[in-house]
Nanobody, 116 residues
Framework: EVQLMESGGALVQSGGSLTLSCAAS????????MAWVRQPPGKGLEWVSA????????YYGESLDSRFIASRDNAKNTVYLQMNSLKPEDTAVYYC?????????WGQGTQVTVSS
């Protein structure tokens, strides 16, 4: 059974930094790219980042201005999202995502709140 568990969300002041983690289990972790998706309050899902199976390639949403960095540790079955220079508009529930074929798997999410 695929399980994704996010952690690291918190209340942080504008300009601060935070690193989210997503611990994965139930599948061969280093066979798959992983993604981060967020949902701001009252809005739809917004794709944030994706990282290749070995961490060699990563992609980011255009609105992030290179403030976020995705990484992974395949020995720990964990993917990370380092978030710098946080802004109030980064406030959202952040989800870890795995796509296998046409099926998406999601964690429970972790809340990030950025105060101004």
């Amino acid at each position: 059974e695929v399980q994704l568990m996010e952690s690291g969300g918190a209340l942080v002041q504008s300009g601060g930094s935070l690193t989210l983690s997503c611990a994965a289990s139930g599948f061969t972790f280093d066979d798959y790219a992983m993604a981060w998706v967020r949902q701001p309050p009252g809005k739809g899902l917004e794709w944030v980042s994706a990282i290749s199976w070995n961490g060699g390639v990563s992609y980011y949403g255009e609105s992030l201005d290179s403030r976020f960095i995705a990484s992974r540790d395949n020995a720990k079955n964990t993917v990370y999202l380092q978030m710098n220079s946080l802004k109030p508009e980064d406030t959202a529930v952040y989800y870890c995502n795995l796509r296998v074929g046409l099926k998406d798997y999601w964690g429970q999410g972790t809340q990030v709140t950025v105060s101004s």
